[in-house]
């Protein structure tokens, strides 16, 4: 059972920085791209960044710069760097991991981490 652990949100005072962290656990034949994406009150859900197994990354132009994603494939954990926070960087943060299966890749999701940027 595929199942990923984010941790490192919290309450941020703008130009700040913080961490996520998101272990995933469970796929036998283990994870292809791995990424976070955030979903803002009244928003829809967007990407942030990703990474895939061989290190290749892409994020959105609201966070270059300011955001790095990278991962420890040993581990099955990617992370989140974020700094210069700012306030519209405020929303509820999402794992996301593919599951690498014999027929195809499968979605899978974290449960969210809150990310408030406030002073």
């Known amino acids: 059972q595929v199942q990923l652990v984010e941790s490192g949100g919290g309450l941020v005072q703008p130009g700040g920085s913080l961490r996520l962290s998101c272990a995933a656990s469970?796929?036998?034949?283990?994870?292809?791209?791995m990424g976070w994406y955030r979903q803002a009150p009244g928003k829809q859900r967007e990407l942030v960044a990703h990474?895939?197994?061989?290190?290749?990354?892409n994020s959105a132009d609201s966070v270059k710069g300011r955001f790095t994603i990278s991962r420890d494939n040993a581990k099955n954990t990617v992370y989140l760097q974020m700094n210069s926070l700012k306030p519209e960087d405020t929303a509820v943060y999402y794992c996301?991991?593919?599951?690498?299966?014999?027929?195809?890749?499968?979605?899978?999701w974290g449960q969210g981490t809150q990310v408030t940027v406030s002073s």
């Open positions: 996301n991991a593919k599951s690498l299966g014999y027929r195809g890749e499968y979605d899978y």
């Open positions: 990474i895939t197994s061989g290190g290749s990354t």
């Open positions: 469970g796929s036998f034949l283990g994870f292809g791209t």
